[in-house]
């Protein structure tokens, strides 16, 4: 191989790491958990009841780029969001990839990342921390295009009467989710 044929071959080899999302299924106590990392961090993390399901919607969000199946490197992922649906107090500290989302959807899922364990905001009252007195609705959208549940935790955002509603894993999952950390 020749130097040209060579550097050729690195650019590839990068750009094929870059387009490249490894991700494996496991199980939790609120069913079934997809984690997904791309070369920067966790860039989701989809909650079911079917496996199948959870990788065609990993492979809708992430449409042109390449899913690989990698339990070995998403174990210690799994068994982390697995031990933070069973014990949310000790946190997820995992690196996000956040970058697949609006200016605005990010901005949202920034201030989300800032609700303590254990705590809500009506979908009225973070549209406002945002400066956006008007715009609960474009926040409740970004909360649903959210991928990385837990990891960005739209499951703290409940209407302004406090009811639980339009969690878009389930709202038997976030009532579930929000008792263990009310229990904190």
């Known amino acids: 191989m020749n130097l040209m044929q060579t550097q050729m071959a ?4 990068v750009h ?5 999302i490894a991700y494996a299924i496991g199980e939790s106590a609120i069913g079934n958990i997809l984690a997904a990392r791309s070369h920067i961090g966790v860039c989701a993390i989809l909650i079911g009841s079917d496996a199948d399901a959870l990788e065609q919607d990993l492979g ?3 449409s ?3 899913l690989v199946e990698d339990e070995t490197t998403l174990r210690d992922d799994l068994a982390a969001i697995a031990r933070f649906i069973e014990t949310p107090s000790i946190g997820l500290d995992l690196p996000l990839d956040m970058r697949h989302g609006t200016p605005f959807q990010q901005r949202v899922w920034d201030v ?4 303590p364990c254990g705590e809500t905001i009506p979908y009225t009252a973070l549209a ?3 400066g956006q007195p008007n715009g609960a609705r474009a926040v409740a959208t ?3 295009a959210n991928a990385i549940a837990l990891g960005i935790p739209c499951h703290r955002v409940v209407r302004a ?3 639980l509603a339009g969690y878009r894993w389930g709202v038997e999952r976030m009532r579930a989710l929000l008792n263990k950390e009310a229990a904190i």
Not at 10 to 13: D, E, F, M, P, V
Not at 16 to 20: G, R
């Open 161 to 163: 009467d406090g009811t």
């Open 64 to 66: 042109g780029k390449v």
């Open 10 to 13: 690195a650019r590839a080899t």
């Open 112 to 115: 989300l990342r800032t609700i």
């Open 16 to 20: 094929d790491a870059l387009d490249t």
């Open 142 to 144: 970004a909360c649903a």
């Open 128 to 130: 406002r921390r945002l």
């Open 60 to 62: 809708d969000r992430f």
